[in-house]
């Protein structure tokens, strides 16, 4: 299974970007896609996370300003981030789950967003 995110980028204070990871290497929707961040000197950090049947949860810092969404269709999850803050700053980490006789998970690459102020 792998994961391909893109849509990172460099924006302004109060800009927005749409970030999207793709899950390639299997057939199977999975279960619970999500996406997480990783600030420099900081833990990673659950960012909002989507079920197979569009059941929703976000961080408490991020509650009106993204927007999760997926297209089981295509296997591909979607943030999109408006009135982004320097704060918003971090490398952004999409992850799929596969609920089987066990719970696999599975990690994209990361892909950086930066938000000047």
């Known amino acids: 299974v792998r994961l391909v995110e893109s849509g990172g980028g460099l924006v302004q204070d109060g800009g927005s970007l749409r970030l999207s990871c793709a899950v390639s290497?299997?057939?199977?929707?999975?279960?619970?896609m999500g996406w997480y961040r990783q600030a420099p000197g900081k833990q990673r950090e659950m960012v909002a996370l989507?079920?197979?049947?569009?059941?929703?949860n976000y961080a408490d810092s991020v509650k009106g300003r993204f927007t999760i969404s997926r297209d089981n269709a295509k296997n591909t999850v979607y943030l999109q981030m408006n009135s982004l803050k320097p704060e918003d700053t971090a490398v952004y980490y999409c992850?799929?789950?596969?609920?089987?006789?066990?719970?696999?998970?599975?990690w994209g690459q990361g892909t950086q967003v930066t938000v000047s102020s």
């Open positions: 290497g299997t057939i199977n929707s999975a279960n619970l």
């Open positions: 989507i079920s197979n049947v569009g059941t929703t």
């Open positions: 992850n799929a789950g596969f609920l089987g006789t066990t719970f696999s998970d599975y």
